[in-house]
């Protein structure tokens, strides 16, 4: 595994098939939940919605897309990690990328259910602010922040 180069990458749209594939099979892995819009649709949103407030930013190996990070300088909104390249540290490498170009301060949401998620987040500094956010999935969500030792 470790003889394969990280790529990190600026999104691209020939990705966006790949890029959802991992997506939905992650996230229903980690909710336990199926995807509740169509492949279709979740193409368009990548492409169309996501990239008018958003920075996507994919990692690749071999050409092949294994995780994704969706954000601006403060806020995350989508991190997803191909099921099969978990625990490799490829969520810790776009992670620091985001939090390097953030304005030193970043929120998120994640699904309570995601224990993982809060174990990787609270590791990486992120404390719990709040939670029950409405979301599509109607699943109760953690919201957690994170500040930059700078600003202290």
């Known amino acids: ?9 600026q999104y691209n749209p020939k990705y966006a098939e790949q890029t959802v594939k991992m997506w ?32 996507i930013n994919l990692a690749l190996i071999d050409d092949r897309v294994v995780g994704m990070i969706v954000s601006n300088e403060t806020e995350i909104s989508q991190l997803y990690i191909h099921i099969d390249y978990q625990g490799i540290g490829i969520g810790q490498a776009l992670l620091d990328k ?6 030193g301060r970043l ?3 994640t699904f309570k259910v995601n ?17 029950g956010h409405e979301n599509e999935e109607n699943l109760p969500d953690i919201q957690y922040e ?5 600003q202290c």
């Open 1 to 9: 595994m470790n003889r394969h180069q990280i790529i990190i990458a």
């Open 24 to 55: 939905r099979d992650s996230k229903e892995q980690a909710i336990g939940k199926k995807e509740i819009h169509s492949f279709e649709n979740h193409v368009y949103f990548l492409n169309n919605i996501l990239p008018e407030q958003f920075q």
């Open 98 to 103: 985001v939090k390097a170009k953030s304005s």
């Open 107 to 109: 929120t998120l949401y």
């Open 115 to 131: 224990e993982n998620a809060q174990r990787f987040y609270e590791k990486n500094g992120f404390k719990i602010i709040g939670g």
């Open 146 to 150: 994170w500040i930059s030792n700078k």
